[in-house]
């Protein structure tokens, strides 16, 4: 049996927050829809990889995984009191946006050595529509390092959460996605990896060109 990756008080802090904050306000105030949740594997390693529109797109995420998600935050995040230690508690591990970041790729291979899924979003900043145009090669090599499926998934409405001008969080409808696993690749030949980044760069494309 594969060792937990957090202390059990941080697993159970974690599961309050999810089941007491994001999941009610996925469902009730973002009147959330969740298609393919079937798709996820209970267990084992695995490299969820989506589009990212939203602050609020990891916790969403690992939300509708039904397992918990540890994800690559920038930062800068982890340099503000409070929040540094909210998102530590969700399973989130920080990456240096302009650079290949070791540590952050080390940090991933391990919470998926301890039965985690990590997740990784596939352009590694947000894009204003939600849709992925630049896809990023981090996902895959990550994926053929730990010889771990990769899981698309798309978020749909998460763009226009940003309320400006206001503390709340704007209530729109949002649509979840989960696609079918794509098989982890074989070796890190840069050729295989970018073929397997564009495959799931397509994948979750077509997912968030469905709608809600």
């Not at 973002?30 to 529109?53: C, D, K, Q, T």
């Not at 899924?117 to 896809?135: C, E, K, M, N, S």
């Not at 503390?167 to 690749?185: D, F, H, Q, S, Y």
């Amino acid at each position: 049996m594969s060792k937990s990756r957090e202390p059990v008080e941080s697993l159970i802090l974690y599961h309050l927050f999810k089941w007491s904050v994001v999941s009610p306000m996925l469902h009730v105030y973002f009147r959330g829809r969740i298609y393919g949740a079937e798709n996820v594997p209970a267990s084992g390693p695995l490299v969820v990889v989506s589009n990212h529109a939203s602050d609020f797109d990891p916790p969403i995420l690992s939300n509708c995984m039904r397992r918990p998600v540890a994800f690559m935050a920038k930062e800068e995040l982890f340099k503000v009191p409070i929040l540094k230690q909210a998102i530590s508690l969700y399973g989130a591990y920080p990456v240096k946006r302009e650079s290949a970041d070791r540590s952050a790729i080390r940090s991933a291979l391990n919470s998926l050595e301890n039965g985690w899924a990590t997740g990784v979003f596939l352009q590694g900043t947000r894009t204003p529509d939600g849709r992925i145009t630049d896809p990023k090669l981090g996902a895959a090599l990550i994926a053929a390092k730990a010889k771990a499926p990769l899981l698309p998934v798309s978020l749909w409405g998460t763009h226009a959460i940003a309320n400006k001008g206001s503390l709340l969080p704007k209530p729109v409808p949002l649509t979840v996605r989960i696609g079918n696993l794509i098989e982890a690749p074989v070796s890190s030949d840069r050729a295989e990896l970018e073929a397997l980044t564009q495959k799931c760069a397509r994948e979750i494309n077509s997912m968030h060109d469905l709608g809600r």
